[in-house]
């Protein structure tokens, strides 16, 4: 449970029959033989990016990636310190334990907040130094993973390198695991603000780790909140409010003056304003404009963000650098610009630095708020009406991605006269019209983004496209095969 205030408790390592498993489970691994942990480390299977390590649960990700992922995870950790959380999936609780278990193993101390939305972890991994997540964010509820976080943000690729590699250990001193509560709340409040005018606001938890930290915030800070799917795993909707349709809450929106849907753990929202549901880039143009009115000038943009949204920026006197697709290279680019917010539309993403390095859907829906009513919140909303973004994806197993986007690059190039090749394949076309080819780091599949201010151009576009990924996949394959 998240509350607002501090403190920890400890808990004795031999008083219960978790502790009594973690420690029998340190000691058989660490009495393990290197090649034998060398052969249980096999992962074609898994999903390996800076978002994290994730997989079908007991198909592709199984307890002994667990293991091997958290004690290499222990050599980027200075502090020795770790704070440990999960979403609601069905598999987190005996993840969550396995993870804790190999990180005391290692000599770390996890401090515990059980179910706890991904911003929230962040949050607090700013004082212990790392944070650990049990989540596959918005992936089916069979999937599950780990997200592993450093001095307050995500890994980068040179991290990432580090921890894929065969490490030999030294016996350490077993770690000790606290609970822990969280200030998130109390911290959000001071930065946002009260909420004037009482906005009634529509939630959509979708049974995720925010069932509790959404609807806390929102209410102090004001807003007048009705519900659904706020039970910890229980929706009548899917995982990722990004591609669902949100019936549910569009039908209540109705009544509301917003509607915001998060994903399982919580980093994701989605808006949906008078019964329609709001394109994911309008969460980031709502994020911006805030920024905006707060002062800020400085931003970043994933390269896969709505153009109309740069174009606001720009009108507004501000500036922006696009980075490659994937929150821990918009904050690692933030970070090098010395940037003072960005995101990224793909994934309802804002991010805000200075509060958190990551995507943060709670902090965004309760800025959102303070927003209602304002000239800002109906400007941006009305800026990016003239601009459509399409986000399909083609079916694709994941090794053979990399040949898939090479072959495509080739065809791309003939095609388009301007061409960029930082995350992806990206054409662009003309000042308000671009198309955008990348390999996902989390599924198995290519990701096509197209935008235009036509209608009938982006559906040409998205169509044509989507044929030649098509083609090169099964090229990709064809080479591979021979």
Not at 115 to 137: C, D, H, N, Q, W
Not at 198 to 218: H, M, N
Not at 237 to 248: A, E, F, I, K, N
Request: charge should be positive; proline fraction near 3%; charged fraction near 25%.
């Amino acid at each position: 449970m998240i509350k607002a205030s501090s403190g920890i408790r400890s808990r004795g390592l031999t008083l219960t029959r978790r502790s009594l498993y973690q420690a029998e489970l340190s000691r058989h691994w660490f009495a393990m033989p290197s090649e034998f942990i060398k052969s249980l480390c096999a992962f074609d299977a898994l999903k390996i990016s800076i978002s994290g390590v994730r997989g079908i649960f007991a198909d592709d990700l199984n307890l002994k990636d667990v293991i091997h992922f958290c004690r290499n995870f222990s050599h980027l950790i200075k502090s020795k310190k770790c704070v440990l959380a999960q979403d609601t999936r069905p598999s987190s609780d005996i993840l969550s334990n396995v993870a804790s278990a190999s990180l005391m193993e290692r000599g770390i101390s996890v401090y515990n907040l059980g179910v706890a939305p991904t911003p929230v972890v962040f949050r607090e991994a700013r004082k212990y130094g790392s944070g650990l997540i049990v989540t596959s964010s918005h992936n089916p509820l069979e999937w599950n993973g780990l997200k592993f976080i450093v001095e307050g943000r995500g890994i980068n690729e040179t991290e990432l390198e580090r921890m894929l590699e065969q490490k030999s250990f030294s016996k350490e001193k077993i770690g000790s695991e606290y609970e822990a509560d969280s200030t998130y709340i109390n911290d959000a409040i001071k930065l946002i603000g009260k909420v004037k005018g009482s906005p009634k606001v529509a939630l959509d938890i979708g049974g995720g780790a925010a069932f509790e930290v959404a609807p806390i915030l929102l209410e102090k800070l004001g807003c007048a909140v009705k519900k659904i799917n706020h039970l910890p795993g229980k929706s009548l909707r899917g995982p990722d409010p990004t591609s669902d349709s949100l019936s549910g809450l569009t039908s209540l929106s109705k009544k509301a003056d917003i509607g915001f849907a998060f994903d399982l753990d919580g980093d994701r929202l989605v808006v949906v304003k008078d019964g329609k549901k709001q394109t994911p880039d309008v969460t980031l143009g709502l994020g911006i404009a805030k920024a905006l009115d707060i002062g800020y000038k400085k931003f970043v943009l994933s390269i896969d963000t709505s153009v109309a949204i740069e174009k606001f920026i720009k009108n507004e006197g501000g500036h922006v650098k696009r980075s490659k697709v994937g929150e821990a290279n918009v904050v690692d680019l933030m970070l090098k610009t010395n940037s003072q917010a960005g995101g990224e539309g793909s994934s309802a993403g804002f991010i805000l630095p200075k509060f958190n390095m990551c995507r943060d859907g709670l902090l965004t829906s309760g800025l959102i708020a303070s927003m209602i009513g304002t000239s800002n919140f109906s400007d941006i909303l009305k800026f990016m009406e003239g601009y459509i973004q399409s986000r399909t994806k083609v079916k694709a197993d994941s090794k053979f991605h990399k040949k898939t986007i090479e072959i495509l690059a080739k065809k791309m190039e003939k095609k388009f006269s301007q061409i960029i090749t930082i995350d992806g394949v990206k054409a662009i076309i003309d000042e308000d019209n671009w198309v955008l080819v990348r390999q996902s780091n989390t599924e198995h599949i290519i990701r096509v983004s197209t935008e235009s201010n036509d209608p009938r151009k982006i559906k040409k576009m998205e169509k044509e496209i989507s044929g030649l990924v098509t083609k090169s996949y099964e090229e990709a394959r064809r080479v591979r095969n021979h």
